[in-house]
């Protein structure tokens, strides 16, 4: 656990005046000041080369995104002159005028913010606005034009120029020349960081300034940087790399003794480059200032000193302690995060053996109904009170902290199962004993996973999804519980993940199958009705046990899906039946408890019913007893089994026994028969068992509710039932669940063997 030592400060002082004579105590403070003083210099100094580290990189990305600024403007520009000299041929429909000419060129410059725009002529006849005051006709991109090509020039000391070929029939018929004076561009390349003091300008390769700064401050001229010797190596290396067409960043002298921080980047637009140029004492004279400061407040004040020690210390105490609490602290809970139990099972498993220590996982079962019901805050204060109460049943060397949600983890020393279980079963209750004195107690129920670790080289993260891996199977099952990793569990999980993506491609192609377990009345041997079980064969993976998938789409509503499609399957057999003049017989569906999330989730199989005009009463619908799971779950399952009896269907309840809550249901709910869970056969020698058997039986006549025992294999097992006046017997005993073809034969030969 994250636990800060309390030290007696009384204790210590004591101890310090022990140990130290007075002179001793002059001796430390003094060495205490001289290190402070070198430490405070040295630091101060280190701050000022990163501070100028950092400053470099922020002048070379002010450049970096300053040249793309300007090459986009530039860029955008060439764009609009070219879109311009596609639209002039058209002006008029090609009869327009030169007044016209010169009256679009007017507009159309206005609007891009160019100084001129002009129309050059084959002949050497120009038409452009009035703005326009120089002869362009002779510039080298004109000609360049001509010949077909568009492009971004530089007229020196002057103006920069955007010349665009018009086409007239396929062939160039004159030269677009767009005009942006150098006043236009210096405002467009001022830089607005380093409030002011920074410096600009675009130069080509040769060192010649293309566009130069408004403000010639803190230098007269480029020159003046660029020149001298103090540097001459770093001033090379900017000409190499400008040559090469690499970008970069300096620091250097220039020639009025100043310290320059220069970048340089390729434009891309000729051979121009971006200069960016700051002051390097804008970093510097602050830092300076701090060391001078420091030194006199060392030198006249020697308590001063060690106040600023003092706090400076405490400054750093709690800046990390802040950074700790953010990095490894739950705000919700005030104890450690998931990024702390990491750290700190990290730290453990340096020094423990395999097999020593378990990582349990603890959520909290339906705790999104607590959030729904009473709100985000009780949630909260639920949290909190949980991770108190786990983190008192903790030993010195175990800890706990919340992941996320309602998740939470421990590290116990423990590994044994059993004893584990029992620590944790200690938990639940420590945790439900707020309801001790309560009329009408809610009590939490948890999943909980186990990892037993025995491989140290893991980290903490795949420590905590196996603990997870093995929780996740837990609910799997529907019911709260511990359960422990197993290295099959992995496996298990790829493999649920597969068949969960190949799902809707097997309904669709109708790779799940409908099996038929008879069911015979053990008064006359009749065959009186069968189960439908659904089998998965895919073409690629063969037979997909139900226990693989049954589970697995139990956690989702594909289970619902796969419902209604074994549903449908069974009417179209009944109709087919019908239609071959067989004898009907009522055929049980099973549906998922899923389906009783939904007050209306009958509709699709009343609509299927009607469909194939199946009468109700020979369709029946089975129910598992981990339906009654919850209060709220037991109203929405009264009611489904209201609106089932409502449109004639008849209702059966599996497993029976095979839960807690059984026997009380029996009058909330009415339902036309009971199946005995097979578990209540396996040992019929038991005279308990025995007993058991023949109390259901008798109370289920009582109440006028037939009995169904399902997963009877030998005829002794068949002759108890019968003497117990058992209505109906399913299992192995008859016949284990059959393909459809396979059912058909087996009641043909049954029926050619009774005549």
């Not at 920069?160 to 029939?169: K, M, N, S």
């Not at 449908?568 to 549906?591: D, H, R």
């Not at 289920?700 to 037939?706: G, H």
């Not at 117990?724 to 299992?731: A, H, K, L, P, Y």
Request: with cysteine; charged share 20%; hydrophobic share 40%.
């Amino acid at each position: 656990m994250l636990e800060t030592t309390n030290v007696n400060s009384k204790e210590l002082n004591i101890k310090w005046k022990q140990f130290f004579s007075q002179q001793t105590q002059v001796i430390v403070v003094l060495v205490v000041l001289l290190c402070s003083l070198i430490f405070f210099i040295g630091n101060a100094l280190r701050l000022n080369d990163v501070l100028l580290g950092v400053t470099q990189n922020y002048v070379k990305d002010v450049s970096y995104r300053l040249t793309n600024d300007v090459v986009t403007h530039l860029n955008g520009d060439l764009i609009s002159c070219e879109l311009i000299a596609d639209s002039i041929p058209t002006i008029g429909d090609g009869n327009a005028t030169d007044a016209q000419k010169q009256d679009y060129l007017n507009r159309k410059a206005d609007i891009l913010g160019l100084n001129c725009l002009a129309v050059i002529n084959a002949d050497g006849t120009t038409t452009k606005a009035s703005s326009c005051v120089s002869d362009m006709t002779e510039q080298k991109s004109v000609r360049a034009a001509f010949q077909g090509n568009s492009g971004v020039s530089y007229v020196k000391g002057h103006s920069l120029l955007f010349t665009v070929p018009i086409y007239q029939d396929g062939q160039v018929d004159a030269v677009l020349v767009g005009e942006r004076d150098q006043a236009n561009m210096q405002e467009l390349i001022r830089p607005t960081s380093f409030k002011g003091n920074g410096l600009s300008c675009i130069i080509d390769k040769t060192g010649s300034l293309i566009i130069a700064p408004t403000d010639k401050r803190p230098f007269n001229e480029l020159q003046e940087v660029m020149g001298g010797t103090q540097k001459q190596g770093a001033i090379d290396k900017v000409k190499q790399d400008i040559e090469n067409n690499q970008s970069g960043v300096i620091h250097f002298k220039a020639i009025t003794g100043e310290s320059v921080i220069m970048a340089y980047q390729m434009m891309g637009i000729s051979d121009w480059v971006m200069l960016v140029l700051v002051p390097a004492n804008l970093v510097t004279e602050e830092t300076n200032a701090y060391i001078l400061r420091t030194v006199l407040s060392t030198l006249l004040v020697v308590s001063l000193l060690l106040a600023l020690v003092l706090m400076t210390r405490r400054f750093y105490a709690n800046y990390n302690e802040k950074l700790e609490r953010i990095a490894f602290i739950d705000p919700l809970t005030e104890g450690p995060n998931k990024a702390a139990f990491q750290e700190n099972y990290r730290i453990l498993a340096q020094k423990i053996q395999p097999m020593e220590y378990a990582v349990v996982v603890f959520n909290i079962r339906s705790f999104k109904l607590i959030n729904e019901r009473f709100g985000q805050e009780a949630g909260d204060r639920t949290l909190r009170y949980v991770y108190k109460v786990l983190k008192q049943n903790l030993a010195e060397d175990e800890f706990v902290s919340r992941s996320e949600s309602d998740y939470f983890f421990l590290c116990l020393h423990e590994s044994e199962p059993e004893h584990i279980l029992m620590r944790l079963h200690n938990m639940e209750q420590d945790i439900n004993a707020f309801n001790q004195d309560s009329t009408h107690p809610y009590l939490f129920a948890f999943f909980q996973g186990v990892y037993i670790v025995d491989d140290l080289s893991l980290s903490g993260a795949v420590v905590q999804g196996r603990a997870r891996i093995a929780c996740r199977n837990q609910r799997a099952s529907g019911q709260p519980g511990c359960g422990f990793y197993k290295s099959g569990l992995t496996k298990k999980l790829q493999m649920e993940q597969e068949l969960s993506s190949l799902f809707e491609e097997s309904l669709h192609h109708d790779n799940f199958k409908v099996y038929l377990q008879p069911k015979v009345r053990l008064s006359d041997n009749q065959l009186v009705g069968a189960e439908a079980l659904v089998r998965w064969q895919h073409p690629e993976r063969g037979l997909i046990p139900p226990d693989d998938f049954i589970p697995l789409l139990e956690q989702s509503t594909k289970i619902c899906e796969l419902d209604l499609y074994v549903f449908e399957k069974v009417c179209a057999l009944q109709e087919m039946w019908y239609e071959q003049g067989k004898e009907l017989f009522p055929i049980s569906t099973n549906l998922s408890r899923k389906h009783f999330n939904d007050s209306n989730f009958l509709q699709p199989f009343i609509a299927v019913a009607e469909k194939y005009n199946i009468p109700p009463d020979f369709i029946e619908f089975e129910v598992t007893e981990s339906i009654f799971f919850n209060e709220e779950s037991i109203a929405y399952v009264r009611h489904g089994i209201q609106q089932m009896h409502e449109h004639g269907f008849l209702c059966s309840l599996d497993d029976f026994g095979s839960g807690f809550s059984s026997l009380g249901m029996l009058d909330s709910f009415d339902v036309d028969a009971l199946k005995l869970d097979r578990s209540f056969f396996v040992d019929m020698h038991s005279e308990k068992t025995r007993s058991i058997i023949a109390c259901l039986l008798e109370l289920a006549n009582k109440l006028q509710i037939q009995t169904i025992a399902e997963g009877i294999e030998t005829t002794e097992q068949l002759e108890y039932l019968r003497q117990m006046n058992c209505d109906i017997v399913q299992g192995y005993v008859f016949s284990k669940p059959l393909p459809v073809e396979a059912f058909e034969q087996w009641q043909k030969n049954r029926q050619s063997v009774k005549e």
